[in-house]
């Protein structure tokens, strides 16, 4: 049983291989994306609560009356009575009031849904970042272990020609300083593999073990002014701050309706009875049906109060809406900056290398006929090191930097690496519940509230 436990660990881990596969997993199993989607699920629901209020409401009451005084005894009067009652009642105008409110709740819905857009594209960068890492550290790890051999082979070398006399201690015990350096290196080399290892399995569900070159990104644009462009359009956190304004401004409407006058009917069907005669509660039984209008005269300033901060909190949220524009131009200079220097750092990097490599091939060889001496050798041996791990890292910043341009643009989503994924749409959820309750006077009810607030769309 433990082996085939086992078996199934290992066939897990390895199925994830690509990026792409990475993303799709993370995407159908991430916490943090599951989280949010829940979050907005039940957000969905608070426009089933504020339109319910365009329709009716009906309630059964009752109660039983105990009385125990004198006068309970006298002929007629009875110790219990028995109520029993059945009310409506439905609003049909509020000056705009329910209508603002119910625009404020979808504005406030569809904000949520460009924030869990934003959620979705965090993990997908998390993702990104953490392969990469990955990546970097597994090569990072060989190229460790293969300049640990080679300063092994040098020093066993160094050591033989000591025995010859054709090197002195001070030799062997360069060769044994850099070789005790480069296991120390290697050490923190898998140490950082394995805490990057975990940090993986935390964002994509499972631990990576050979994972492929990283595909070209998709939708990167040519030259700065698109992506700006491209971003002020379709940044999730800039449109979500759009239709959180939408809210505010409705709500403003809904702080403002409570000045205007309200009609609502209502209809009661009540009746009382001596409790030890309830059969006859049908006898005594009466219906009642009232208009209400009522105009607000003095509030005490609460009224005028609700609209100041509603006014304030619409203000607050255009401000917040620049704001975040502001963040997102910001955003994308520094990306795009990023992106362009490690690509530049990429070139010099790769010819740094192919230098190095010529070099410390070139010093060994010079060293064996005595043209260099030990610690040189040692010296382009280091460097070349050196090198090799500022190239893979200087791939690596090109890449993430190239990804947050892709997610500050809007662009960073899982259709784009995995296009037959099943995706999940917030707005089928919506759909699905927007009309749960709905009765035929609430259509009346909206068109004649929405009267009023037809000015605040």
Do not use: C
């Not at 593999?193 to 569900?205: E, K, M, N, P, T």
């Not at 409570?258 to 009466?286: C, I």
């Amino acid at each position: 049983m433990t082996v085939s436990v086992l078996a199934l660990g290992a066939a897990t881990a390895v199925s994830a291989e690509s990026l792409n596969e990475a993303i799709a997993q993370a995407y159908n199993q991430n916490p943090t994306l599951a989280r949010a989607r829940a979050a907005q699920r039940a957000a969905d629901e608070r426009y089933v609560q504020t339109r319910s209020e365009f329709g009716p409401s009906l309630s059964l009451g009752g109660s039983v009356n105990y009385t125990d005084t004198d006068t309970s005894f006298l002929p007629g009067n009875q110790r219990s009575n028995t109520s029993l009652s059945l009310s409506a009642d439905q609003n049909i105008y509020t000056s705009g009031g329910l209508t603002n409110s119910l625009r404020a709740s979808e504005a406030n819905i569809k904000a949520g849904q460009q924030d869990l857009r934003s959620t979705e594209s965090q993990v997908l960068l998390d993702v990104i970042q953490v392969y990469t890492a990955v990546r970097r550290d597994q090569q990072a790890l060989k190229i460790s272990q293969d300049n640990y051999d080679i300063l092994k082979q040098q020093l066993e070398q160094t050591q033989a020609q000591f025995e010859a006399g054709q090197l002195t201690r001070t030799d062997v015990a360069q060769s044994q300083a850099r070789l005790s350096a480069s296991a120390a290196s290697l050490a923190q080399a898998q140490a950082q593999l394995d805490a990057d290892r975990a940090q993986y399995i935390a964002i994509v569900g499972q631990a990576p073990i050979a994972l492929a070159t990283e595909p070209v990104l998709p939708g990167l644009p040519a030259d700065f002014n698109a992506a700006l462009e491209i971003a002020e359009r379709n940044n999730p956190d800039l449109q979500a701050s759009h239709y959180a304004e939408d809210a505010a401004k409705a709500n403003l409407g809904a702080a403002r309706s409570a000045f205007g006058p309200t009609v609502s009917l209502g209809a009661v069907y009540s009746g009382t009875t001596p409790t030890d005669d309830f059969g006859g509660l049908g006898d005594n039984m009466g219906a009642t049906a009232t208009m209400r209008f009522s105009v607000p005269l003095f509030s005490a300033g609460m009224n005028g109060s609700r609209v100041r901060e509603a006014a304030e909190n619409y203000n607050a949220q255009k401000i917040s809406t620049e704001i975040t524009r502001r963040a997102v131009v910001s955003s994308v200079s520094q990306a795009w900056s990023q992106m362009i220097a490690a690509r530049s750092a990429v070139t010099s990097n790769q010819e740094q290398v192919r230098a190095a490599q010529v070099a410390a091939e070139g010093v060994k060889t010079e060293q064996q006929v005595g043209l260099r001496t030990n610690i040189e050798v040692l010296n382009a041996q280091q460097e070349l090191k050196s090198a090799q791990l500022q190239l893979l890292e200087a791939e690596r910043t090109q890449y993430v930097a190239a990804s947050q341009l892709l997610s500050v643009m809007g662009g960073m989503t899982v259709q784009a690496f995995v296009p037959d994924i099943e995706v999940y749409d917030p707005q089928e959820n919506l759909d699905s519940v927007k009309s749960k309750g709905w009765t035929p006077l609430e259509s009346v009810s909206r068109a004649v509230d929405g009267l009023a607030a037809g000015g605040n769309k």
